[in-house]
């Protein structure tokens, strides 16, 4: 018996829960794992396991594992932006920012997505798209705003790196949409992440990093940073990208922090302050305001 596909709508809601819920709970799994293996390294390996996951799958499956020949010349910029740059600087942010902060800083790629977005692909968004980004960019100013005066003497360099993910991931964003994957979108993405991660893995052995102290803790967390995030969600993410425009499509991003402030209560017993409250309520509301306009639209639409 043949089992109904999920409608477009449902498939879509689906997957960016997917990505926010595992992205929101990530700087506290890599802050974990920094216990037991420097940061390129812990970063290389999380994202060469993700590639070879994703190429293992495409070649039991559809036996396709190299990318459309047009493909090739894109996929060393999406590896250095997507992965070597993004990932390289998410894994050292969190032990000069923190988890909380560093989650919040480095998914602030809807900003960077919006402009790099309109200024390369001509993405313009609605006044309802735009109204919803600077309420979302307010919320999660007032979530970190009482943070930043007193973060200690890593705070500056912490900030910059969580930025530097931020920006990285758009640009990678942006590149992934721009090429049109198609067929190729799985090959691809498992492609980018095994030779963005070769990158990292190469950055650790030229600066002379420690080894890594294996452990059942470290390898838990290894597999699941590697194939439930990295393998999963870039997948999901570069689906997405084909579909929507970038700057629309980020906007969720901003639920990221949000959750990631629950992760810390249900994991760390860190309760939440006001500011955090109010800031999340607002990227709350400022997320779904798209999706009611367009839900709107489609009921006048139906009268």
Request: proline residues 5%; charged residues 10%.
């Amino acid at each position: 018996m043949n089992l109904p596909s999920p409608s477009p709508a449902f498939l879509r809601f689906g997957l960016l829960a997917y990505i926010v819920l595992t992205a929101s709970a990530c700087y506290v799994l890599i802050l974990r794992g920094l216990e037991s293996a420097p940061p390129f390294v812990f970063a290389g390996l999380r994202t060469t396991l993700g590639g070879a996951t994703i190429l293992l799958f495409v070649k039991i499956f559809s036996k396709r594992v190299i990318p459309e020949k047009r493909l090739w010349k894109w996929i060393l910029p999406v590896a250095v932006s997507a992965t070597t740059l993004t990932f390289g600087s998410m894994f050292l942010s969190p032990s000069f920012a923190g988890a909380g902060m560093a989650s919040i800083l480095g998914n602030a790629q809807p900003v960077f997505i919006a402009l790099i977005g309109f200024m390369a692909l001509g993405e313009r968004l609605s006044k309802v798209q735009t109204l919803s980004l600077a309420l979302c960019l307010l919320g999660v100013v007032t979530i970190v705003r009482p943070s930043a005066g007193g973060g200690g003497d890593g705070m500056p360099a912490g900030t910059l790196l969580a930025l530097s993910t931020s920006l990285a991931a758009a640009i990678g964003s942006v590149l992934a949409r721009f090429v049109r994957l198609r067929d190729s979108l799985l090959a691809f993405t498992g492609w980018q992440l095994l030779i963005g991660g070769a990158g990292l893995l190469a950055l650790s052995v030229v600066i002379g990093e420690p080894s890594v102290h294996w452990n059942w803790n470290f390898a838990g967390i290894l597999v699941l940073l590697a194939v439930f995030n990295s393998a999963i969600v870039n997948c999901a993410w570069f689906f997405l990208l084909q579909r929507e425009k970038a700057g629309k499509l980020s906007i969720f991003l901003f639920l990221t922090p949000v959750l990631g402030v629950a992760w810390a209560l249900v994991f760390e017993g860190e309760r939440p302050a006001i500011n955090a409250l109010a800031g999340g309520a607002l990227v709350l509301f400022s997320v779904f305001l798209p999706e009611y306009e367009g839900f709107g639209r489609n009921v006048r639409l139906r009268k």
